[in-house]
């Protein structure tokens, strides 16, 4: 599920590692990871 998000709102490696820290062990929807992506992408914009 987290790589078809990533995909979907187009994350860097680094982005990628920051949701997976910020989901991990909490049980939150698709919708919620979804919307968790897209602050880290506007968030950290830069992060490789």
């Known amino acids: 599920m987290i ?3 990533v995909r979907e709102v187009g ?3 680094g982005q990628r590692r920051l949701l997976h820290d910020e989901i991990h062990g ?3 929807t698709y ?3 979804k919307t968790l ?3 880290i ?3 950290y914009p ?3």
Do not use: N
Request: no cysteine; proline share 0%; net charge positive.
């Open 37 to 39: 992506a897209k602050d």
């Open 11 to 13: 994350l860097s490696r």
């Open 26 to 28: 909490r049980r939150l």
């Open 3 to 5: 790589d078809q998000v």
């Open 41 to 43: 992408l506007r968030e």
């Open 46 to 48: 830069g992060r490789k």
């Open 31 to 33: 919708r919620e990871i």
